[in-house]
């Protein structure tokens, strides 16, 4: 089902607009390609999935001529050469859209555009003035190909980041580009942005671009792609034609085997643990047990909701905790009061140079001092206990954070609060950007949580995590909450509707 | 055999400043004859014991991801205090005054920084300058205490225990006291992760504006302390004391290893900055090397550990 049928003959096909044969790539000891064949042809979406790890970013980085392989060869139009740099590949006309755009925030969207090459104006033959009518010109010509349309002037820090994406891609198509390679280009985009950032893809598509598409969101690649290739440590595990495999398929191709569906068991639910004080009604309270989903269209405020449970807000924002009102002035409070929080960006729940040990102990010094000092032995014990509960890996307690894979660094976050003994988890975007087998775990590890008597508030733009995980949840616009709907009713349409997506 | 091998260049690598110093020395000794003499070993302690204090303090500061300018001249400031009151008020209150003036320079440093969140560079640029403006202003420019200074004071710069200056029993104690409250306190795992993350630290409750304020706290107080031993050494306070003393403090320190960008470093290490700078400048001036070349050679050492640092920092 999952094998490259080629009955076309091969003359008629023209050559792919790059293609990787056999390449591999070593880091050390690590095998990161083994064998890896991968093309794209203009005029087609080739869709890259994987977990985390399983090759991609290498395969990516190889394309885009960062990396060099050890074995095998790139070819461009059949041709095959060599990439030294991405500066090579964005002479072969290959560019790379990165999660992190590479915009200059101060600058116009013109300006951007240009960045690198600037319509001048000469003076006595010598190239000194930017030519500021002919770069508005390019600049609104490149937008509105991609029919896109804000104003040139505008600074790109005063865009969303939907919008500056779709500067990159102007910018991109701009520099002649016929590959245009997109990393996870959904991970921050709410549902009506993605539809029109598919509808740019597609429009690129039958103007002859040719697209690879890497992504964690597998419908999203089943809807879009006319082909799709799944790695899996460092192989390619599978390739299909659009219409021959579906996002499960992905799934067993990805993991090698099926992930069962969750269905959180109804447990009874404890006393009210957190209740913002700014809200009135009885919409944001969560009880010991019970995990409690924030659902909104981005900027619907559900990180504000989150971060004004944990003492982030301009002012100090006023909660219940267990019964007892609290004054929330800044994190420390917020931990003091028993409640712990996951951000959505993994580099601001961990200090990345501090090893695994010192990052699970953080919000635990104060308890592990004895005498002055800290006491070592326990808190290596407390480590030790929780790298296992939770599945850590490697198990190594002194490696630096960095070193680990995004699922492993979302886990370490959790434990640096179990190891708190916090009462109330508050997660933004848990799963954002981790591979499925690492979302399974941390799913599992929310409901345990809640399951030993914690309450938990998981804010999500992915509704489909809310209903696979939540009790209830409480939907958002512009900051308000506008209804709260209870697990019988729970389903993704009818949150859709809820947050009027 | 290749894991093996990878670490021990990790531990060669930990090892670099240690390797470097004893290099340094090795040639010195093989050049010149006088570089071994127990005069001049003297002198380095000596000379290193007043350093070490300062970029100790520095070390706190570093690792906690900022900066301070400003040391040479709280040097200079406690010195000028320290003899001041000591003249009126007798040794203890003197070497009191010196310490406490030291930490005040520090606290407002670290509010400054911390709780308006003012760049350290520039913070600590103009607190250098402003403070050794406060200096002539107390001094008027000359000496404090040339006459009247308690006997034991004087006998502090000069006499030694167990054959030892008592100038560089200072360091050697502070060094255990405070490696103690940097690598076994909560406290110090605080400044660590301060400086290797501070939104990371501060979303895990860390308090990080006054982890941040307590560095330069320590630096000031420190800086303070070095400067009464100068004074010691120097039998007088003297307002032009210290100056260049922050460079070599904080090339001492990235010497030693730790991270400009914070999150890194050991006192010990520093310490070992410190011998490598004092023996850099002993042996140029041992091998009669004109001093405006010494001033270019310690320039471009400074600028050497900084690349040094970036370097590192990438791998």
């Keep these: 089902m999952m094998a490259e049928a080629s009955t076309v003959p091969a003359a008629v096909v023209p050559a792919p607009a790059v293609s990787a044969s056999h390449v591999a790539k070593r880091f050390g000891a690590t095998t990161a390609l083994d064998d890896v064949s991968f093309n794209v042809t203009a005029g087609e979406i080739h869709a890259l999935v994987g977990e985390n790890g399983a090759g991609k970013s290498t395969l990516m980085r190889i394309l885009d001529g960062v990396h060099r392989p050890d074995a095998g060869t790139v070819a461009i139009d059949g041709i095959p050469c060599r990439l030294a740099s991405p500066r090579d590949a964005i002479a072969a006309g290959i560019v790379m859209i990165p999660q992190e755009l590479r915009l200059v925030p101060a600058l116009s969207v013109a300006e951007n555009l240009a960045l690198g090459d600037w319509p001048t104006r000469r003076l006595l033959g010598v190239p000194i003035f930017v030519d500021r009518a002919r770069l508005r010109a390019e600049a609104g010509r490149a937008l509105s190909d991609i029919g896109f349309a804000p104003d040139p002037d505008r600074r790109v820090d005063s865009l969303g980041f939907a919008e500056r994406q779709l500067v990159a891609i102007a910018k991109a198509l701009r520099r002649r580009c016929r590959v245009l390679i997109l990393d996870e280009p959904t991970a921050a985009l709410e549902k009506r942005e993605i539809d029109r950032l598919f509808g740019v893809l597609q429009g690129l598509k039958s103007q002859g671009t040719a697209i690879i598409y890497v992504s964690h969101r597998l419908d999203e690649v089943v809807a879009l792609a006319d082909r799709c290739t799944v790695l899996r440590d460092g192989r390619v595990a599978a390739t299909a034609r659009r219409g021959a495999f579906s996002a499960d398929d992905l799934v067993h191709a990805m993991t090698g085997r099926a992930i069962a569906a969750h269905e959180p068991p109804d447990m009874p639910r404890g006393d009210v643990v957190l209740e913002d004080g700014a809200t009135l009604a009885d919409t944001m309270r969560v009880h010991g047990g019970e995990v409690l989903g924030l659902a909104g269209l981005l900027g619907s405020g559900a990180d504000r909701v989150l971060r004004r449970l944990f003492g982030l807000s301009e002012r100090p924002s006023v909660v219940r905790v267990n019964g007892t009102t609290r004054r929330l002035a800044t994190p420390a409070c917020a931990v003091a009061a028993g409640i712990g929080m996951v951000p959505a960006e993994r580099r601001l729940g961990l200090v990345m140079s501090q090893s695994v040990r010192d990052n699970i102990l953080l919000p635990s010094l104060e308890r592990l001092r004895r005498g002055g000092r800290l006491d070592r032995a326990a808190g290596a014990r407390l480590v030790a206990g929780l790298m296992d509960l939770l599945d850590i890996r490697p198990r190594r307690p002194d490696m630096k954070a960095a070193a680990l894979s995004g699922g492993n660094q979302q886990k370490v976050i959790l434990a640096k609060w179990l190891a708190r003994a916090v009462g109330v988890l508050l997660l933004d975007e848990p799963t954002q950007g981790i591979d499925v087998a690492a979302k399974a775990q941390i799913h599992a590890l929310v409901r345990d949580f809640a399951r030993r008597g914690g309450g938990v508030i998981v804010g999500s733009s992915d509704l489909a995590e809310l209903v696979r995980l939540c009790d209830s949840v409480v939907a958002l616009r512009r900051g308000t909450p506008v209804a709260r709907i209870e697990r019988s009713d729970l389903s993704e349409t009818r949150l859709r509707t809820a947050i009027g997506g | ?315």
């Design chain 2, 1 to 315: 055999m290749k894991v093996s091998l990878k670490l021990d260049r990790q531990r060669l690598a930990g090892q670099a400043p240690l390797l470097t110093l004893l290099l340094l020395c090795l040639v010195t000794a093989l050049m010149t004859d006088r570089f071994l003499s127990p005069l001049n070993l003297t002198n380095i302690l000596v000379q290193s014991s007043i350093m070490a204090v300062i970029a100790m303090g520095m070390t706190f500061v570093i690792i906690a991801g900022g900066f301070d300018l400003s040391v040479g001249s709280t040097a200079a400031l406690s010195g000028c205090i320290a003899a001041m009151v000591m003249v009126k008020a007798g040794l203890l209150a003197g070497v009191g005054a010196g310490v406490a003036a030291g930490a005040a320079v520090g606290l407002a440093n670290g509010l400054i920084i911390a709780k308006l969140d003012v760049n350290p560079f520039i913070t600590t640029l103009g607190m250098m300058v402003l403070v050794r403006g406060i200096v002539f202003l107390l001094t008027g420019g000359a000496p404090v205490g040339d006459e009247g200074l308690p006997g034991a004071f004087l006998a502090f710069g000069s006499s030694r225990f167990l054959g030892v200056h008592y100038l560089v029993w200072v360091p050697a104690i502070l060094l255990a006291a405070l490696s103690w409250l940097l690598h076994a306190t909560p406290y110090g795992r605080r400044v660590f992760a301060t400086g290797g993350g501070r939104e990371a630290a501060y979303l895990s409750g860390v308090r990080v504006e006054r982890i941040i304020a307590s560095t330069y706290v320590w630096c000031g107080a420190l800086a303070g302390l070095a400067g009464v031993m100068l004074a010691a050494r120097l039998q007088s306070g003297q307002p032009t004391a210290g100056e260049f003393y922050e460079l070599t403090a904080i090339a001492a320190v990235v010497l030693g290893g730790a991270a400009l960008h914070g999150g890194e470093g050991t006192l010990y290490k520093t310490i070992i900055g410190v011998f490598i700078m004092i023996v850099l400048g002993n042996s140029l001036n041992l091998l009669n090397v004109d001093s405006y070349w010494q001033r270019v050679a310690v320039g471009a050492v400074i600028i050497a550990a900084a690349a040094a640092d970036r370097i590192r920092s990438r791998h």
